[in-house]
Nanobody
Framework: QVQFVESGGGLVQPGGPLRLSCVVS????????MGWYRKAPGKQLEWVAY???????SYVDSVKGRFTISRDNAKNTVSLQMNSLKPEDTAVYYC???????WGQGTQVTVSS
């Protein structure tokens, strides 16, 4: 099965940066569209960003200009660089592969002063 291990979350003050990483096993990240999702308390799971196999990226409007998704084919990882974080970015962040049937544990991001 495809496995995802997210890391890099933590507590950060508003305006600060965090970089999330996702180690993918059982699949090759360069062959599939990869994405990041988040789940905030009391809200539905939200798509945040994805990167296509060809490298094109897309983002939900609320994070455009602040977040950047990327992948490292050599390390088989997917990353999410988050800048200018806002309290509303607080959520558990998950990475995902299109067509995958499972999810990782996610990594908690808390933006608070």
């Amino acid at each position: 099965q495809v496995q995802f291990v997210e890391s890099g979350g933590g507590l950060v003050q508003p305006g600060g940066p965090l970089r999330l990483s996702c180690v993918v096993s059982g699949s090759i990240v360069s062959r599939y569209a990869m994405g990041w999702y988040r789940k905030a308390p009391g809200k539905q799971l939200e798509w945040v960003a994805y990167i296509e196999s060809g490298g094109a990226t897309s983002y939900v409007d609320s994070v455009k200009g602040r977040f950047t998704i990327s992948r490292d084919n050599a390390k088989n990882t997917v990353s999410l660089q988050m800048n200018s974080l806002k309290p509303e970015d607080t959520a558990v962040y998950y990475c995902q592969q299109r067509g995958s049937g499972n999810w990782g544990q996610g990594t908690q991001v808390t933006v608070s002063s």
